[in-house]
């Protein structure tokens, strides 16, 4: 089971941290761990992942260099650090896991529940 928290409202340029903790997951690290994000209207999408070791990321073109994800297996927690946000981030936040690689779809074995960030402009 996914928990994703750390959602909220900011004004643009500013800063959120969010954090999924994986509860009673065993293994943790041998799942590829990220986060993707759906606005309104719109088609859930890929955000970020992370390796298993947490050594590689990978980031969509439209966060590169303003997020950065990590994760810490001996808590079984993900984090995505996001800064300099900007309206158009707006959107719920949902952490996924997969086993060794995350899967840039839905079809991910776990999901977090979701955690709104809204950008005010």
């Known amino acids: 089971q996914l928990q994703a928290s750390g959602g909220g409202l900011v004004q643009a340029g500013g800063c959120l941290r969010l954090s999924c903790a994986a509860c009673?997951?065993?293994?943790?690290?041998?799942?590829?761990v990220g986060w993707f994000r759906q606005a309104p209207g719109k088609e859930r999408e890929f955000v970020a992942d992370?390796?298993?070791?947490?050594?590689?990321?990978n980031y969509a073109d439209f966060v590169r260099g303003r997020f950065t994800i990590s994760r810490d297996n001996a808590k079984n927690m993900v984090y995505l650090q996001m800064t300099d946000l900007k309206a158009k981030d707006t959107a719920v936040h949902y952490c996924?896991?997969?086993?060794?690689?995350?899967?840039?779809?839905?079809?991910?074995?776990?999901w977090g529940q979701g955690t709104q960030v809204t950008v005010s402009s």
């Open positions: 996924a896991a997969h086993w060794g690689r995350l899967l840039r779809t839905t079809r991910n074995d776990y």
């Open positions: 009673g997951q065993r293994a943790f690290d041998n799942f590829g």
């Open positions: 992370i390796s298993l070791s947490g050594i590689d990321t």
